[in-house]
């Protein structure tokens, strides 16, 4: 059984981001004074009182509206309400009840869940504010005050979120579930891809680039096997990232990367690699990820024989650093290929997390300097002991050496690509730490 669903829903700019990472404990979601900061729904995960569940911060929502960014606001929030179990309404006592609240109240009615009445920014303790009274005229019971910036209240909440859950059974063993971030520059499908797989409006698709603000946890399962796609805003240079917001959303995406078992590497067909594709390339490549690029709006590109080829030998030229990845031409709007990228997740992944016996890699070894011998340096040469894997995700081989400073690059590379003529390792970058004599730690 899946975890419980809390959301958290609200006209904008009520707190709502404040109190999701005050019961996460964490700052997942982006705070900003700036009404519509959080557009797309943001999952986390978040235990109380021995029961483990999901949360879910919503962008605001704004019954009538002409605004397009707002109507996607609101769809999101109708989504996570939707599939929520229990839902919990936030409200200002600064602003006391508006109309806004109180169509919200009835949206909520209707959709037949249990909800709690949150009223925030109840920031001093002991004696009510008697405008707090004000809240029972929504019909939604007894509001529990609460300060999402302070932490009062917020045990009470959770308790009475618990109590309304379902009744709690054996869960499924999720620890087959791959996390796949999408990441890329603005504007290249990244939203549209993670709609099409998920045959859903899940996260905001607009032609402005940089909709996409947090990173958006989406789980999904087929055949192939149980997935978490992280969307992620748009990665861009630095010179052009000017609010707050933008920087929040570069370190979320970055962050992303962090989180993610695999990282989808998504480019704009019509473009190629742009520099800034490389900079987001190198952040999974640093970060030690399995990777696939996928070169998206094919369909848009006019072809000939070998274009595709052609665009694949140029890709991986430069993108030099991580020739190890694999590309895939597909396009987000159509669905071509994107069935594929199951495959490829699965086998990029299980390449991350490959292991290798020492017998074995000392075989390789004794084979590799056989053919070419290890550099010398004013007369003196590298003498190689022996290698063994002390890791994975990505693979991590320790080289035990006479001299660190006589281990060239151009010997590491060497070995890393006898190890991949041997077992692959397609899709994942090879970490190698060069040890000598009298080092007291790997």
């Not at 709502?16 to 943001?42: A, C, M, Q, W, Y």
């Not at 990777?291 to 140029?314: A, H, P, Y």
Request: charged share 25%; with cysteine.
């Amino acid at each position: 059984m899946a975890r419980p669903l809390l959301a958290i829903v609200g006209r904008p700019n009520v707190g709502k981001s404040h109190l999701f990472n005050r019961l996460v404990g964490k700052r997942l979601s982006i705070v900003e004074d700036t009404p519509g900061v959080t557009r797309d729904r943001l999952y986390a995960e978040c235990d109380w009182d021995g029961r483990s569940f999901d949360i879910v911060d919503t962008g605001g929502i704004e019954p009538s509206t002409d605004n397009e960014i707002l109507l996607f606001m609101r769809e999101q929030a109708e989504i996570a309400i939707a599939t929520a179990d229990v839902i919990v309404l936030v409200t200002d006592i600064h602003s006391g009840v508006t109309a806004t609240d109180q169509d919200v109240a009835q949206m909520l009615l209707r959709s037949g869940k249990p909800i709690l009445l949150a009223v925030n920014k109840v920031d001093s303790v002991g004696e009510l504010n008697p405008d707090f009274y004000e809240f029972y005229s929504l019909g939604l019971g007894d509001p529990i005050p609460v300060s999402a910036v302070h932490g009062h209240g917020t045990g009470d909440l959770l308790d009475a979120a618990v109590a309304l859950f379902p009744p709690e059974e054996a869960e499924a063993d999720q620890d087959d579930t791959i996390k796949v971030a999408i990441i890329g520059k603005p504007n290249v499908g990244k939203s549209s891809l993670v709609n099409l797989i998920l045959g859903e409006k899940r996260v905001i698709v607009s032609d402005v680039a940089g909709t996409t603000r947090d990173s958006v946890d989406s789980a999904f399962e087929n055949e192939h096997g149980k997935y978490v796609f992280i969307d992620t805003a748009g990665l861009r240079k630095k010179s052009r990232v000017h609010d707050r917001i933008e920087k929040f959303s570069v370190l979320r995406a970055q962050m992303a990367i962090e989180r993610a078992d695999v990282c989808l590497i998504m480019i704009d067909a019509r473009e190629g690699v742009t520099e800034q594709d490389t900079k987001v390339a190198g952040l999974a490549h640093e970060a030690g990820k399995a990777s696939i690029v996928l070169v998206n709006k094919w369909d848009l590109v006019s072809k000939e024989t070998g274009t595709m080829e052609k665009m694949r030998k140029r890709i991986l030229d430069d993108l030099s650093f991580m020739s190890y990845v694999p590309t895939l031409f597909i396009s987000a709007l159509s669905g071509q290929r994107v069935e594929r990228i199951f495959e490829l997740i699965n086998f990029v992944h299980q390449q991350n997390c490959m292991r290798i016996s020492t017998g074995t890699l000392n075989s390789i070894l004794a084979d590799a300097t056989a053919r070419v011998q290890p550099p010398t340096d004013k007369g003196k040469r590298l003498k190689i002991y022996y290698m063994t894997q002390t890791g994975v995700r990505p693979p991590t081989f320790v080289i035990f050496a006479n001299s660190r400073e006589l281990f060239h690059f151009s010997y590491q590379r060497y070995l890393e690509n006898q190890i991949r003529s041997v077992f692959g390792l397609e899709g994942t970058p090879i970490r190698m730490v060069i040890r000598q004599k009298g080092d007291t730690q790997p």
